[in-house]
């Protein structure tokens, strides 16, 4: 491909005035058959890159015929064309496509315009994203990550999702989503009273929004909402997503043991007909890249050059059931990953030959979270809240962590979301009720758009030490709405030249909270 003749920062410029032609439209519930020419309805997206290939998303308004052109230039000089992809209502008409044969280390220009399939000479405005593809060798990188979307009611105000719009400032190589992408349970009013005073108004809301997500298209809405917000056009269409999924992609806490029969909210009661649907739409709305050995795999690992591995962690479809967890043995009931995600993990972490390993967890591994937080029961997380040698759901993790210390593997650090707010965790095996494992570090942020919580307690079976926390105050209460601005996301900056890794942890208006810098361990 030809030598970049943009800079990235002058694309998001440029992205925001010409690129993401009928955004304006985002704001209507519907789309008008009277318009001759298809529509792009929900702009574009990238995500799962690496130094070859990634793949990318867009949706029309009704069946078309997608056309691809790929370019290492933004004026799509000498652009390669692929063969065409065809939207459906099968699909509600989104189109998903692995790019491959890329160059590493190199910004990569897309560009899609749609025919009717009914009349093939109305042809839509074209739309247009980019990202860059990892390094083959050694170059700075950087990345962001958060969780929590459109959480507790709080959706789009006359602000907007504004975190993604401070992040998309950062022009990270791409965004890591943590989970809870959507609140499929979390339905929405035009206007919620705010304590002290005042109302948020949702201004930008649909009927997909107003109840919970039961059936596959209401499921799809949810994916939907969070397009029609211009700070997440703005940010897809410049940095890939590399997504994972928590619980509010199906319904709170969902487990096994899920019982719906009391909940009003819902006529359909089957956990796994909910789930199932909703799995169908996180990975029909979303870049995650499809699995042909296990269709629907969320887990995964994303070679980002020769200084950094992701590994992408599900730990909620494999999970036993929510309970008590105080097994003395490992059993699938006490399991959170399963028995194959564990080998896998392992595997891949043993072969990696990255300097840093980031394990991307869905959910913290020291904080108590409650399946039942009125009673303050069951485990929702890892821990138990007993403070004490590993149980349940300890076990696994502590099998994993002595791995990965008996095995010599180095500068793992895990970042996650989940509890609504955002700190620095040291996992010291000598505060440890167990302490068979290597001391790391796990950071937490969130939400990005979402009601703020916390602190959440810690379970001292792992060691965890605070060095830092930003969270609301007894004073402040719970469930924040994020106009009070503790919305938080983090910055992961490593150095090509010294391989050292810098965390910082930031709100939504770019203040820094927090910083620290890691040192690699280096091979003997």
């Not at 790019?99 to 399939?117: E, P, V």
């Not at 290597?438 to 307690?457: C, L, M, Q, R, Y």
């Amino acid at each position: 491909m030809n030598k970049l003749s943009m800079t990235r920062r002058a694309f998001v410029t440029s992205a925001s005035a010409v690129g993401l032609v009928g955004v304006s439209s985002l704001a209507l519930p519907y789309y008008s058959r009277a318009n001759q020419r298809p529509v792009f309805t929900h702009g574009v997206q990238s995500g799962d890159v690496d130094a070859t290939s990634g793949m990318v998303w867009t949706r029309t308004d009704r069946p078309s015929r997608v056309m691809f052109e790929v370019s290492s230039t933004e004026n799509f000089a000498n652009a390669i064309r692929l063969a065409p992809l065809d939207t459906s209502p099968a699909s509600d008409y989104t189109v998903r496509r692995l790019l491959t044969d890329l160059a590493s280390d190199q910004d990569i220009f897309y560009r899609m315009t749609a025919a009717d399939l009914a009349d093939i000479n109305a042809v839509s405005e074209p739309i247009v994203g980019r990202f860059r593809t990892a390094p083959a060798s050694k170059r700075d990188i950087k990345f962001a990550w958060s969780g929590d979307t459109a959480g507790q009611g709080w959706g789009i105000d006359e602000t907007g999702m504004k975190t993604y719009s401070t992040i998309g400032k950062h022009t990270p190589d791409f965004f890591l989503h943590s989970g809870d992408t959507i609140y499929a349970d979390g339905a929405m009013k035009d206007e919620v009273d705010l304590p002290g005073g005042g109302k948020w108004k949702n201004v930008v809301l649909v009927d997909g929004k107003r109840k919970v997500a039961e059936t596959l298209d209401e499921y799809r809405d949810q994916w939907k909402y969070n397009m029609m917000d211009r700070h997440v056009l703005g940010l897809s269409a410049i940095c890939p997503t590399f997504y994972q999924w928590d619980d509010h992609e199906v319904l709170n806490n969902w487990s096994d043991s899920k019982n719906l029969s009391a909940d009003n909210r819902y006529t359909e009661k089957s956990i796994h007909v909910l789930a199932a649907r909703a799995a169908r739409a996180f990975h029909e709305m979303t870049t995650i890249r499809y699995e042909p050995s296990e269709p629907g795999r969320v887990y995964r690992k994303i070679a980002y050059g020769p200084l950094l591995d992701v590994f992408f962690l599900d730990m909620r479809s494999y999970r036993g059931p929510n309970g008590p967890d105080m097994q003395d043995e490992m059993t699938p009931q006490s399991r959170m990953l399963g028995e194959q995600q564990t080998k896998w993990l392992k595997r891949e972490l043993a072969n990696s030959k990255a300097t840093w390993k980031i394990i991307a967890a869905d959910m913290p591994l020291g904080l108590v979270v409650w399946d039942d937080g009125v009673k303050k029961a069951g485990a929702e997380a890892v821990s138990n809240g007993d403070n004490g040698l590993p149980k349940g759901r300890e076990l696994e993790i502590a099998d994993l962590l002595r791995y990965i210390k008996n095995a010599g593997i180095s500068n793992t650090v895990w970042l996650t979301a989940d509890v609504h707010y955002t700190a620095a965790h040291y996992y010291n095996p000598e505060k440890a009720q167990f302490q068979d494992f290597s001391p790391f570090w796990e950071f937490v942020s969130g939400p990005i758009h979402a009601g703020t919580f916390g602190p959440n307690d810690f379970d001292m079976t792992f060691g965890p030490e605070l060095k830092f926390i930003k969270a609301p105050t007894a004073e402040q209460g719970q469930n924040l709405p994020p106009s009070t601005g503790l919305q938080f996301f983090g910055l992961v900056d490593i150095s090509g030249a010294t391989e050292q890794m810098t965390v910082r942890l930031m709100d939504r208006d770019d203040n820094e909270l927090y910083k620290i810098t890691l040192d690699p361990v280096r091979s003997a």
